[in-house]
């Protein structure tokens, strides 16, 4: 079955997620939507995995959806679809800042309770959004890695995903803010933003064409896991002097990490995956049972990950953070490959 023909099942069809429980939970019998930027991209399947459980462990019934494209279009059809099934919480992560208003909107209007993770649609479109480690935090350890890895000078690129995509964009929005704000990156120079769509092809696509362009090029940052995926490949397999970093799941990045010449990859971030996706769960249900609204300050208790405190985002939302970007290295690459 091609990847359209499962998109648009996914689509028609809420599947995924089951119902379970025989025991009292926090949401025995809610039901919660979880719909990803795309089909096919690892990082939405380990959290929706963990996402999924944590739900389910509290007695919801929860259905991972995915839009046939990344795409906010795409997503307003899945969410056109979802507010007619009527479940109690929709988490979203966006593939589009603004585009999602109008549909958010009406699923909140309808008493949907709305939540988003990874990618934030903007502040009117959610009550709470939940940051897997900080936006400011995520564009500073991007930013240091191209100074470091281009060796205090030099051209760097950025491969993100979209060019719409809200998370990639409020990262590299940051890097670019602290770039200016501070004289020391004035040695390093930020030549383009490329876009591979999240998708393997264009990414490598996209690296090969960055590489001609910009033979001086000494670093490429993919803060997205497909990008980052496919340029390591593209760098390693041609042998090119240019280094990678960026966002990366470690099970996808194992065989490009090192510090010699022989791997493109010396280092790269993202955050703990897992807990991205209990986090996201549990504040869906803490919304649901109007333990919260999404106000600042409201705070709650997310089972054994802790208490956290509702706070107020970059754009002006609200949100919670998970904690703070993780560094993968040669060190600990292996090890945590296991994990996700
Ligand atoms: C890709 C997606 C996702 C992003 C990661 C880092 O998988 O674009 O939204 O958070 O990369």
């Known amino acids: 079955m091609n990847k359209k023909v499962v998109s648009t099942i ?27 930027k795309s089909a096919g991209n690892a990082f939405f399947e380990i959290a929706a995995a963990s996402f999924v459980e944590a739900g389910e462990a509290e007695g919801a019934e929860v259905s991972v959806v995915y839009p046939e494209t990344a795409t906010a279009d795409a997503q307003i059809k899945v969410l056109d679809n979802l507010i007619s099934q009527q479940p109690d919480a929709i ?56 100074y470091d890895l281009a060796g205090g000078e030099g051209q760097y690129a950025i491969l993100s995903a979209t060019s719409q995509a809200a998370n990639q964009n409020a990262w590299i929005d940051a890097m670019k803010a602290i770039a200016e704000s501070d004289e020391k990156y004035s040695t390093i120079e930020l030549v383009e933003v490329a876009y591979g769509d999240d998708e393997p092809q264009k990414s490598t696509d996209q690296t090969a064409a960055l590489l001609e362009k910009y033979p001086d090029l000494k670093v490429i940052c993919a803060p997205t896991t497909v990008g980052i995926a496919a340029a390591a490949k593209y760098l390693q397999d041609n042998g090119s002097a240019c280094k990678l970093t960026g966002l990366g799941l470690p099970s996808e990045m194992v065989e490009y990490t090192g510090d010699d010449d022989a791997h493109s990859c010396p280092y790269f971030y993202l955050w703990d995956m897992q807990g991205l996706g209990k986090l996201s769960a549990l504040t869906t249900i803490a919304l649901i049972n109007e333990e919260i609204t999404g106000a600042e300050g409201e705070t709650f208790t997310a089972g054994d990950l802790g208490d956290y405190t509702i706070t107020v985002a970059d754009d002006g939302g609200t949100e919670v953070v998970l904690g703070l970007p993780l560094e993968f290295n040669p060190e600990n690459i292996e090890e945590m490959a296991k994990l996700y």
């Open 91 to 146: 988490c979203i992560a966006a593939n589009d800042v603004n585009a999602l208003q109008a549909k958010l909107e009406e699923a909140m209007d309808e008493g949907i309770k709305v939540a988003s993770f990874d990618s934030a649609p903007n502040a009117d479109s959610r009550q709470i959004f939940i940051n897997q480690a900080g936006t400011q935090a995520v564009g500073q350890a991007l930013l240091d890695a191209c």
């Open 10 to 36: 996914l689509v028609g069809a809420m599947v995924l997620g089951t119902a379970t429980t025989a025991f009292a939970g926090t949401a025995d019998g809610k039901k919660i939507a979880l719909v990803g």
